[in-house]
């Protein structure tokens, strides 16, 4: 079982930079695939960000390459999203999910654990 607990999240002037947290329980952290999500409000969720186990390899929505940068320390059971340049358009509520495939999706469907979510607000 692994629980996730996101955390970052908050009010920002576009053009700001914030950075999320994901906290996992759970020993077997290390072995799994992350990602992050997003739903705006009337919106579908819609994926973001995935890493693999190891780190070593990424995945980016193309509404957020080059101005996101997700990245893990397994040592501390920890996954972050890194958001430079951001939008009002990246307002939403953003979610941790984990997967135990090892490596990072697309698909929500793929993911067998998730956050509560953290809501992230860019004003304009």
């Known amino acids: 079982q692994v629980q996730l607990v996101e955390s970052g999240g908050g009010l920002v002037q576009a053009g700001g930079s914030l950075t999320l947290s994901c906290a996992a329980s759970?020993?077997?952290?290390?072995?799994?695939?992350m990602g992050w999500f997003r739903q705006a409000p009337g919106k579908e969720r819609e994926f973001v960000a995935a890493i693999a186990w190891s780190g070593g390899g990424t995945d980016y929505s193309d509404s957020v390459k080059g101005r996101f940068t997700i990245s893990r320390d397994n040592a501390k059971n920890t996954v972050y999203l890194l958001m430079n340049s951001l939008k009002p358009e990246d307002t939403a509520v953003y979610y941790c999910a984990g997967s135990s495939r090892s490596y990072g999706s697309r698909n929500g469907m793929d993911y067998d654990y998730w956050g509560q979510g953290t809501q992230v607000t860019v004003s304009s």
């Open positions: 759970g020993r077997t952290f290390s072995r799994y695939g």
